[in-house]
């Protein structure tokens, strides 16, 4: 059962992006804004590997801690998977970069195809990949005004 490097990080400018590569080819990366926590985890069986996390931000008025996402990869051979953010599937021949905008009322995931393959599991090769790509600029607060 292949597992995935797992890498988690927050950027000078407060990105978040939690990046996951298995050695067999299959990369998928996740970037949002929550500030909070982020927490992954794994649990497996003889036939798949199935790790999984969320993202929470604190609730002032609620005192409690807000679900703001979570989401699954299965993988039983490390070259292909299938991947669910909030139990919705996402083909992942159609992109492997989430860009997750939980800043409203409703969480935003817009799915970007870019080439993960070459990206190094590393803080400096995430963050660059991050910092370079301008689908996955962080969001702009809207100011009122005409």
């Known amino acids: 059962m292949p597992e995935p490097q797992v890498l988690t990080n927050r950027t000078q400018d407060g990105t978040h992006y939690t990046f996951l590569k298995w050695d067999e080819g299959s990369a998928i990366m996740l970037v949002d804004w929550c500030d909070g926590h982020?927490?992954?985890?794994?649990?497996?069986?003889?036939?798949?590997?199935?790790?999984?996390g969320d993202a929470q931000t604190w609730d002032e008025n609620a005192n409690e801690w807000k679900l703001e996402y979570k989401w699954q990869p299965e993988t039983a051979d490390g070259l292909t998977a299938t991947f669910t953010i909030n139990d919705v599937d996402?083909?992942?021949?159609?992109?492997?970069?989430?860009r997750i905008d939980a800043s409203g009322e409703e969480t935003v995931i817009t799915q970007v195809d870019r080439d993960l393959s070459k990206i190094p599991p590393d803080r400096n090769g995430c963050d660059?990949?991050?910092?370079?790509?301008?689908?996955?600029?962080?969001?702009?607060?809207?100011?009122?005004?005409?």
């Open 38 to 52: 982020h927490i992954s985890g794994s649990s497996g069986s003889f036939e798949f590997d199935q790790r999984k």
């Open 90 to 98: 996402y083909d992942l021949s159609e992109g492997a970069v989430f």
């Open 128 to 146: 660059y990949f991050v910092a370079t790509t301008v689908e996955l600029k962080q969001p702009t607060k809207s100011v009122g005004g005409n």
